[in-house]
């Protein structure tokens, strides 16, 4: 089989090679390869531009930036960290390499994001901060989020790795909480191969900033700090895509528009369609089924080399990295261990073609309607 009769799930934008090696070139020019150089500083100001009132710290990593938004928090040692129990392994583990305790809290049955009655049911006296996750790029309750914050003085730290570009109640996703973590991973809508950011208040920004250099002023370790820098051949990918952006942005409008219609009438499945009052997520497609049937699927699909993913399962219980912790729910049963398994992320890229898409509707179709 040749490596291009396989339909992978996601492609990163790839930059116009001109473009990305003038850049290159000014690093190159200027002997400066990291620690704030000149692209660095262009493509935190291009991040910053759609989030006046906030300030925008780059990151090597979406994890670091999550890690850094974190710390922000100057939680105690050994503090309860509440986040939902659907997520990337990314959400769950920052909280542990931070020396903290995730507390697994249940989820919302439509978005799967966290749910704030969960939260509060889950409160203790040595909670300290809430990260829930925009999970798929869907907004969380936000109002009920800095409601519960405000009132136990808990440090609201966003994990919005999918949610770059996500606009909520006429506000970027950016906006809301004590701090945000996006991911720029090649496998995310804008990337830079790794890397991330976060996005806080202003008065949070020289302590991001000491923190992401090893907590160091003028060379002297003031802080507790990392090395949380991004360099600048991976600003210059970033950089590099900006102007790329809004033709991906329509290729992926179009890929969704013609998935959504294929797949709206199909029995037994939903489309984890964006919340009222939230912008399209461009970053995955998404569809969720009874678990029995998201197996057949997979297997469905793998069978023409179409490969679709799951990367967001439960965090939590037997076979996990935390299998004694439970999942604290409100709700009489909780609800996480059962719409985990309904998650299935198709093929959703601006280079997908339409032949390809086409044969993945096909494929899905057929198998819900058990012609295959
Ligand atoms: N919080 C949440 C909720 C997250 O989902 C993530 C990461 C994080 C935090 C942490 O952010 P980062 O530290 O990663 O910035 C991917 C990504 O590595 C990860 O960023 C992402 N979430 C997670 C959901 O997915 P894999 O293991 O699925 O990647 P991989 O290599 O299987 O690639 C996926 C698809 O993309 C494949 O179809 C192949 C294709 N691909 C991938 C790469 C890297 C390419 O065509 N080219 C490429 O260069 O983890």
Same mark, same amino acid.
């Given at each position: 089989?040749?490596?291009?009769?396989?339909?992978?799930v996601?492609?990163?934008?790839?930059?116009?090679?001109p473009r990305?090696?003038?850049l290159?070139?000014e690093?190159i020019?200027?002997?400066?390869?990291?620690?704030?150089?000149?692209l660095?500083q *262009?493509?935190e100001?291009a991040?910053a531009?759609d989030?006046p009132?906030r300030?925008?710290?780059l990151?090597?990593?979406?994890?670091?930036a999550?890690?850094?938004?974190?710390?922000?928090?100057d939680l105690?040692?050994?503090?309860e960290v509440?986040?939902?129990?659907i997520?990337f392994a990314?959400t &769950?583990?920052?909280i542990r390499?931070?020396?903290?305790?995730?507390v697994?809290?249940d989820?919302q049955p439509?978005?799967?994001?966290?749910c704030?009655?969960?939260v509060?049911?889950?409160?203790t006296p040595r909670?300290a901060?809430?990260?829930?996750?925009?999970l798929l790029?869907q907004?969380?309750d936000?109002?009920a989020l800095?409601?519960?914050?405000?009132?136990?003085?808990?440090?609201?730290?966003?994990?919005?790795?999918?949610?770059?570009?996500v606009?909520?109640?006429?506000?970027? =996703?950016g906006?809301?909480?004590?701090?945000t973590a996006?991911?720029?991973? #090649?496998?995310?809508?804008?990337h830079?191969?790794?890397g991330?950011y976060?996005?806080?208040?202003?008065e949070n920004?020289?302590?991001? *900033?000491?923190?992401r250099?090893?907590?160091?002023?003028?060379?002297?370790p003031?802080?507790?700090?990392i090395?949380?820098?991004?360099s600048?051949?991976?600003?210059?990918?970033?950089?590099?895509?900006?102007?790329?952006?809004?033709?991906e942005i329509?290729?992926?409008?179009?890929?969704?528009?013609?998935y959504?219609?294929?797949?709206?009438?199909?029995?037994d499945?939903?489309?984890? &369609?964006?919340?009222?009052g939230?912008?399209?997520n461009?970053?995955?497609?998404a569809l969720?089924l009874p678990p029995?049937r998201?197996?057949?699927?997979?297997?469905?699909?793998a069978?023409q080399?179409?490969?679709a993913r799951?990367?967001?399962p439960?965090?939590?219980?037997?076979?996990?990295a935390?299998?004694?912790?439970?999942?604290?729910? #409100? #709700?009489?049963?909780?609800?996480a261990?059962?719409r985990?398994?309904e998650v =299935?992320?198709?093929?959703?890229?601006?280079?997908l073609?339409?032949?390809?898409?086409a044969?993945i =509707?096909?494929?899905?179709?057929?198998f819900?309607?058990?012609?295959l």
């Amino acid at each position: 089989m040749s490596a291009s009769a396989i339909i992978t799930v996601g492609a990163p934008m790839l930059p116009d090679l001109p473009r990305y090696t003038a850049l290159l070139s000014e690093a190159i020019d200027a002997a400066w390869l990291t620690n704030g150089g000149v692209l660095h500083q *262009r493509l935190e100001m291009a991040l910053a531009a759609d989030l006046p009132g906030r300030t925008v710290g780059l990151a090597a990593s979406g994890t670091t930036a999550l890690m850094m938004a974190l710390q922000l928090g100057d939680l105690p040692p050994g503090a309860e960290v509440i986040t939902p129990a659907i997520s990337f392994a990314a959400t &769950a583990q920052v909280i542990r390499w931070c020396g903290f305790q995730p507390v697994f809290v249940d989820v919302q049955p439509d978005s799967l994001n966290i749910c704030p009655d969960a939260v509060r049911a889950a409160i203790t006296p040595r909670t300290a901060a809430i990260m829930p996750v925009h999970l798929l790029g869907q907004p969380c309750d936000t109002d009920a989020l800095a409601d519960i914050a405000r009132q136990h003085r808990l440090w609201l730290v966003y994990d919005a790795a999918h949610a770059y570009g996500v606009t909520w109640q006429g506000q970027p =996703i950016g906006n809301f909480g004590d701090a945000t973590a996006f991911s720029l991973h #090649a496998t995310k809508l804008l990337h830079t191969g790794e890397g991330g950011y976060i996005v806080t208040h202003p008065e949070n920004g020289a302590a991001m *900033r000491r923190m992401r250099n090893f907590g160091l002023d003028q060379g002297r370790p003031v802080g507790f700090g990392i090395n949380g820098k991004l360099s600048e051949a991976q600003a210059a990918m970033g950089l590099a895509l900006l102007p790329d952006l809004p033709a991906e942005i329509a290729a992926r409008r179009d890929l969704r528009r013609r998935y959504d219609a294929a797949f709206a009438t199909l029995p037994d499945v939903s489309i984890q &369609a964006a919340r009222a009052g939230a912008s399209d997520n461009l970053t995955y497609y998404a569809l969720r089924l009874p678990p029995a049937r998201r197996a057949g699927l997979f297997n469905a699909l793998a069978a023409q080399h179409v490969f679709a993913r799951d990367h967001f399962p439960l965090l939590c219980g037997p076979g996990t990295a935390f299998p004694d912790a439970p999942v604290i729910t #409100a #709700a009489p049963h909780p609800i996480a261990p059962a719409r985990a398994g309904e998650v =299935i992320c198709l093929p959703f890229h601006g280079r997908l073609s339409a032949a390809d898409q086409a044969k993945i =509707i096909q494929v899905t179709t057929g198998f819900i309607k058990g012609d295959l």
